[in-house]
Structure formats: structure tokens, C-alpha cells
């Protein structure tokens, strides 16, 4: 469980873990502001159709971070994520077509209802993550080899699912998925679901348990192994939501969606103070986390860098961030 941080002389800390995080998604901002005036001569902060644009971009990334940061407090790591988004957009993107073009044949064929394909593509999230979960509590096998191989499995059922071709022609409810803010207003409420779990019920307590210490947890008779298949079925249904809003957004299902974004919503996680050691991390440094990526990708994009330094970045702030948990595990 989370513990109780204090400073200097024992005194609590009257600030939030978060609170440096923040100050750092503040600087970044303020720094491709100033960056902005002097290369480009416009303003980064102000222009409101941008800021719209980085939040809608960084809210798919923040579903699945929330599901990651919960398997990172638990001790381990989920690499399947963007193939798990892959996936499920083909799914559910398949029983979301629609029939217009069919009804010239069958006058009365009708379009499924938007449930259907949303259910599927949590379902498909769901069995990627139930399988995560299984395979590491038991087996024994390490997370990182359990979650890379149904990496591998994902993104190939993705493109043997449609033999490689894209899913296109989808209903205009289905598309509302993706339109407008509601991306954002889905990451937000994930997001704020798993906060209250996390920090107010069992589920939240176990899971901090277990990322602490282990043995101690099965030694005080927590289910470790089932609440490890839990977390992993959580996070791979949260990947699945994040597959249908992908695929909602671009009107399409393709097998190439989700390229990297496991690694893009670890880092979330991991900026937002989550601890690769386990047993500590919380959701809205994840957010905050999640920001602070939107934030580079939108100002190097405002400043019209190449998108291959974004990368290079990216990779320095994850080391970076690594370091620094590092350090503060032992301090």
C-alpha cells in the first residue's frame, strides 16, 4: 500500500507526489511558449484548436496507461498493449460495418446495434488481458515474456483477422465513439473509476499489497495469484476500449494501429511517478504523466522539429524517469 511520505525532519509533506510532476508539465508548457514566440512567432498555449487536437491525441494513450499503471503497482509490465489495440479495433470494427452497400442485394439487412462491437472489442481486450494474467500467476512466467508473446500473438491474429486488409465503411453511431470531446470524457472517467478503486476499496489495497511485497501478501492470505489475473484482465479490457475508440476515431480498423503505444502509456505511467520496482504509483500522475507526452509530441510538432527527435526525446524522458525512481527508492 501506498505509504505516508514525509520530509525533512519527519514533517509530512504538505504537498501531493504529484505536485512536481505538475510543476513539470507547467515548465514544458510554458517553455514551448516561449520557444513558440522566438522560432515561429505565435503563441503554443493560445491557440485553443491546438490544445484540442494534443488532448484528443494523448486520450487514447491515457486509457491504456490507466490499465498499465495498475499491472506496474503490481510489480510487472504489460507489452501487449498497442497489439491488444489492434486487435480488438479489427474486431469491433468488423461488426460495426455498415450495410448500406448490402441492402441493394437484402433490402432487409440491418445495421448491429453500436453494443454489439463495443462489447466485442472489450471482450477481445478482456481474453488478451485474462490470458496476461494467467500465464504470470500460473506459470511463473516473467511479465515481460508472457506480455511480449501475446504481443506477438495479438498483432498477428490482427492481421490474419482481415488477411492483412483494412475494415471500412462504418455506422455513424459507431463513429460518434470517436467524434467530437467524448474520447477525452471516456479517458477522464476511466481515469477517475480507477483513482476512487485504487485509492478507496480492496481492490486498490491488494494491489498495492502485492507490488510492496509478494510474499508478505500471500503470507497475510491475499489471493495474489487471482487479483494478478484480475489487474491483467483490467488492463487488457482497458486496451480493448482503447482499440474501439481508435477505430472509431479513424472511421476504420487496421492492423497497424497501436504501434508503440505500449511503450508510450509504460512511460506515461513511469513519468507519473509509477515505480517499476512495484507498490507505488497513482492514476493522476498518470494523467499528469500522459500530458507531459502530449505536450512534447504537440510543441515539437508547433516547432516544426522532425518527428524522429520526438522519439529520441521520448526514449531520454523514460530513462530519465527510470533514474529518478532510482533515486528515490533509495532514499
Known amino acids: 500500500m501506498a505509504s505516508t511520505r514525509t520530509g525533512a525532519g519527519g514533517r509530512p509533506r504538505r504537498f ?8 513539470v508539465l507547467i515548465g514544458l508548457a510554458l ?11 505565435q503563441s503554443f498555449l493560445l491557440n485553443e484548436q491546438r490544445l484540442v487536437v494534443m488532448i484528443l491525441q494523448v486520450s487514447v494513450i491515457g486509457i491504456i496507461a490507466v490499465g498499465v499503471t495498475q499491472v506496474i503497482i503490481t510489480g510487472g509490465i504489460d507489452l501487449s498493449s ?5 486487435l480488438t479495433a479489427m474486431v469491433a470494427a468488423s461488426l460495426a460495418q455498415s450495410s448500406d452497400a448490402a441492402r441493394a442485394v437484402y433490402p432487409s439487412l440491418t445495421d448491429m446495434p453500436v453494443l454489439v462491437p463495443v462489447l466485442a472489442g472489450l471482450a477481445g481486450g478482456a481474453a488478451a488481458g485474462l490470458l496476461n494474467g494467467t500465464l504470470i500467476a500460473w506459470t511463473s512466467i516473467p511479465p515481460f515474456i508472457a506480455t511480449l508473446g501475446v504481443m506477438v500473438t495479438a498483432r498477428g491474429l490482427a492481421k490474419w483477422y482481415t488477411h492483412g486488409e483494412p475494415v471500412s465503411m462504418l455506422t455513424d453511431r459507431y463513429a460518434d465513439i470517436g467524434g467530437g470531446a467524448l474520447p477525452v470524457m471516456i479517458f477522464l472517467a476511466t ?3 480507477f483513482h476512487i478503486a485504487l485509492r478507496y476499496t480492496r481492490y486498490g489495497k491488494l494491489t498495492y499489497a502485492i507490488g510492496a ?23 487488457g479490457t482497458l486496451s480493448g476500449l482503447a482499440g474501439i475508440v481508435t477505430s ?7 492492423a497497424g494501429m497501436g504501434t508503440m503505444y505500449e511503450l508510450d502509456a509504460i512511460a506515461a ?4 511517478g509509477a515505480s517499476l520496482a512495484g507498490g507505488v504509483g497513482r492514476i493522476t500522475g498518470t494523467v499528469i504523466g ?8 504537440s510543441g515539437f510538432t508547433f516547432l516544426r522539429i522532425d518527428a524522429y527527435y520526438q522519439e529520441i526525446v521520448k526514449g531520454a524522458i523514460i530513462v530519465v524517469a527510470v533514474i529518478a525512481d532510482q533515486y528515490r527508492q533509495r532514499a
Open 31 to 41: 517553455a514551448f511558449e516561449l520557444l513558440g514566440w522566438i522560432f515561429v512567432g
Open 16 to 23: 501531493p507526489p504529484e505536485a512536481s510532476i505538475l510543476m
Open 290 to 297: 500522459t500530458m507531459i507526452l502530449g505536450v512534447v509530441t
Open 269 to 272: 505511467a513511469v513519468i507519473g
Open 213 to 235: 511485497n509478494p510474499q508478505a501478501a500471500r503470507v497475510a492470505g491475499i489471493p495474489v495469484a487471482r487479483h494478478l489475473i484480475a489487474v491483467y484482465t483490467v488492463a
Open 191 to 193: 481515469a477517475l473509476t
Open 82 to 86: 498497442g497489439s491488444v489495440v489492434a
Open 248 to 254: 472509431a476515431r479513424a472511421v476504420s480498423g487496421q
